[in-house]
């Protein structure tokens, strides 16, 4: 038995690097069953400068190159599992929307409930209230692909991702998610 979990997680890794969920999971996004939360692609460092300006992405910590082509990479997987067309709501920060927009899956829709907190805490309850709102509205059967923060994922969810690492939550999301998959970024 134990051979056969050892091949068998082998082979989930696969040729792409990236550790593959069950199929049922996949399935589950396809038919809104489930949703993908993505924490944002590779952007060097921790939060931003003290005087970042939402509406300026030079004033932000962004993308490097690295995160650019895991956002590339994304897309591409996504098409693979079934997504070429999803909705895809993403946080208004620079490195959230470019890595929302790197897919290549269609419009892209900001989505402030998915904007970080990590520099002021203070509303974080009631912004996760929010989103859980805007999640259980959402209409059934529809795949669903957020991106957010660190912050963001592991209040909703508990879990602490990577960059670039996805969480698949089953719909509808309990007061303690139902982890179905996590599958981390694509290689570089």
């Known amino acids: 038995m134990f051979l056969i979990r050892c091949c068998l997680f082998a082979l989930a890794l696969g040729s792409s690097g990236l550790l593959l969920a069950d199929p049922s999971a996949w399935d589950a996004v396809r038919e809104g069953r489930a949703m993908v939360i993505l924490r944002h692609a590779y952007a060097p460092g921790i939060g931003d400068p003290d005087n970042f300006s939402l509406n300026d992405c030079a004033t932000q910590r962004n993308l490097n190159a ?27 920060w620079c490195r959230a929307v470019d890595t929302a927009e790197g897919f290549k899956l269609g419009q892209v829709q900001l989505l402030p409930e998915l904007d970080s907190f990590f520099q002021d805490r203070a509303n974080a309850q009631e912004q996760m209230q929010s989103l859980r709102r805007f999640i259980a509205a959402l ?50």
């Not at 956002?71 to 208004?92: C, E, F, I, M, N």
């Open 139 to 188: 209409p059934a059967g529809e795949p669903v692909i957020m991106v957010s923060h660190q912050v963001n994922i592991t209040a909703l969810t508990g879990e602490f991702p990577g960059s670039g690492e996805a969480l698949l939550l089953a719909l509808p999301l309990s007061d303690r998610p139902t982890l179905l998959a996590r599958v981390p970024a694509p290689e570089y």
């Open 66 to 92: 690295q995160g650019r082509e895991e956002s590339r990479r994304w897309g591409d997987y996504l098409r693979k599992q079934g997504l070429g067309s999803a909705t895809v709501y993403t946080s208004r």
